[in-house]
């Protein structure tokens, strides 16, 4: 048997292809392309991710700083009209 042989137990004819062409495989998991500008800031995907969880941490608090400094006008209305 040479080393690129298959054995005879495998069934090619159930075989199923999931993609095609070029681009990356990714099975359940979603691909990101970053421009080149943004690639050569970032070392790997962990570094990434990390500067996405920092943002997101950023502008969530953000948000909830922006609405501590709102007044409370809808029910401030709804307690003249009463």
Do not use: W
Not at 10 to 38: A, H, Q
Not at 62 to 77: C, I, R, T, Y
Request: charged content about 30%; overall charge positive.
């Amino acid at each position: 048997m040479s080393c690129c042989s298959l054995r005879s137990e495998y069934d090619l004819k159930n075989l199923k292809v999931r993609k095609f062409g070029p681009e990356p495989k990714s099975f359940g998991k979603t691909t990101i392309r970053l421009e080149p500008d943004v690639a050569e800031v970032f070392p790997n995907a962990d570094a990434v991710n990390e500067a996405l969880r920092f943002l997101i941490r950023v502008v969530q608090n953000d948000q909830v700083s922006a609405l501590a400094k709102q007044p409370h006008s809808s029910s401030e209305g709804a307690e003249k009209t009463s």
